[in-house]
């Protein structure tokens, strides 16, 4: 059973659209998800309806600037004032949310590309009472962020955080693409064309980012791979790391083995990588999806039946 419904931000007021998909039958577990840069909640509807037909009840919310979580259209890639501290802060009242309707069942946080980026910034804060973070298509740090930052707080703080500057946006994405130009200019993102076919023609997704947006995914870049300010209140949370081979956000497979081995220098015992020959960035709407989507099945699982770990 799905159903949509709206949040008031406690942050700022924005109201946050909300989507909950239940499964028919006992509710084993909830799983939070975070969407990634350009995205939306209902990209992940055919992960969430496969999760609830296994007993998972699944929760997602636009972030601020995205899907619906607008204050009028013209919105859409810009995270007002709050910018990356309350998308953060909307993702933990969302989990708020779910722990009185769920009462008592265990939740596991995952978040894709930025989303796994303010996933983990989340961690960073509190990760008391999560079951566990699965962290999908993972960009990896890269000292261009910093001028990336620089550059749009700058514009931010001399009040041109509406304005788009494309370039940064396009100039990444060819970056990106390079590898996969024959086969169109987000080919890099999966291989599936109907998939991308489907996020262009989305009007939801088809957007550049503001100057504002922009400078709050630098930040949550800098804050994932600080590794200052890491509560670990709850060390024994398992990490689950899922990567396409052909990911070009993770850059390199040293830096991808970087952003893993980092969680564990930040003190978590349990952190595992799984990646997947022939998938790109989006590994949950690849061609060979079921592949990702049983291992994130059987992550949960596990650490609901430990005795079978």
Same mark, same amino acid.
């Given at each position: 059973?799905?159903?949509?419904?709206?949040?008031?931000?406690?942050?700022?007021?924005?109201?946050?659209?909300?989507?909950?998909?239940?499964?028919?039958?006992?509710?084993?577990?909830?799983?939070?998800?975070?969407?990634?840069?350009?995205?939306?909640?209902?990209?992940?509807?055919?992960?969430?309806?496969?999760?609830?037909?296994?007993?998972?009840?699944?929760?997602?919310?636009?972030?601020?600037?995205?899907?619906?979580?607008?204050?009028?259209?013209?919105?859409?890639?810009?995270?007002?004032?709050?910018?990356?501290?309350?998308?953060?802060?909307?993702?933990?009242?969302?989990?708020?949310?779910?722990?009185?309707?769920?009462?008592?069942?265990?939740?596991?946080?995952?978040?894709?590309?930025?989303?796994?980026?303010?996933?983990?910034?989340?961690?960073?804060?509190?990760?008391?009472?999560?079951?566990?973070?699965? #962290?999908? %298509?993972?960009?990896?740090?890269?000292? =261009?962020? +910093?001028?990336?930052?620089?550059?749009? $707080?700058?514009?931010?703080? &001399?009040?041109?955080?509406?304005?788009?500057?494309?370039?940064?946006?396009?100039?990444?994405?060819?970056?990106?693409?390079?590898?996969?130009?024959?086969?169109?200019?987000?080919?890099?993102?999966?291989?599936?064309?109907?998939?991308?076919?489907?996020?262009?023609?989305?009007?939801?997704?088809?957007?550049?980012?503001?100057?504002?947006?922009?400078?709050?995914?630098?930040?949550?870049?800098?804050?994932?791979?600080?590794?200052?300010?890491?509560?670990?209140?709850?060390?024994?949370?398992?990490?689950?790391?899922?990567?396409?081979?052909?990911?070009?956000?993770?850059?390199?497979?040293?830096?991808?083995?970087?952003? #893993?081995? %980092?969680?564990?220098?930040?003190?978590? =015992?349990? +952190?595992?990588?799984?990646?997947?020959? $022939?998938?790109?960035?989006? &590994?949950?709407?690849?061609?060979?999806?079921?592949?990702?989507?049983?291992?994130?099945?059987?992550?949960?699982?596990?650490?609901?039946?430990?005795?079978?770990?």
């Amino acid at each position: 059973m799905k159903d949509v419904f709206t949040l008031i931000s406690s942050f700022d007021g924005l109201p946050l659209s909300v989507s909950v998909i239940r499964p028919d039958g006992p509710v084993k577990a909830v799983v939070q998800l975070a969407h990634g840069m350009r995205g939306c909640k209902e990209r992940f509807l055919p992960v969430m309806e496969y999760l609830a037909g296994k007993g998972y009840a699944c929760v997602a919310n636009d972030h601020r600037g995205h899907g619906a979580s607008l204050r009028a259209p013209e919105d859409l890639g810009y995270m007002y004032k709050g910018g990356w501290k309350a998308l953060v802060s909307d993702m933990r009242q969302v989990t708020e949310w779910i722990r009185k309707e769920f009462a008592g069942l265990p939740v596991f946080l995952l978040g894709h590309s930025m989303g796994s980026l303010a996933a983990r910034t989340y961690v960073k804060q509190d990760d008391a009472g999560l079951a566990g973070l699965i #962290v999908c %298509g993972s960009p990896s740090y890269t000292p =261009a962020s +910093v001028f990336g930052r620089i550059l749009t $707080g700058g514009l931010c703080a &001399v009040g041109l955080g509406r304005l788009r500057p494309v370039f940064i946006q396009e100039m990444t994405s060819r970056r990106y693409n390079r590898n996969f130009r024959d086969e169109g200019p987000q080919a890099w993102t999966c291989s599936d064309p109907e998939v991308r076919r489907s996020f262009a023609e989305n009007p939801l997704c088809n957007f550049h980012f503001t100057a504002n947006a922009s400078y709050s995914l630098m930040c949550l870049m800098r804050e994932t791979y600080s590794g200052k300010g890491w509560k670990l209140a709850n060390p024994h949370m398992p990490v689950f790391f899922l990567s396409g081979d052909d990911d070009p956000c993770a850059i390199s497979r040293d830096h991808l083995e970087k952003a #893993v081995s %980092g969680m564990r220098e930040r003190g978590y =015992a349990d +952190v595992r990588l799984v990646t997947y020959e $022939g998938m790109r960035h989006e &590994v949950l709407n690849e061609r060979d999806k079921m592949r990702a989507w049983e291992d994130l099945l059987s992550f949960m699982e596990n650490h609901l039946n430990p005795d079978i770990l």
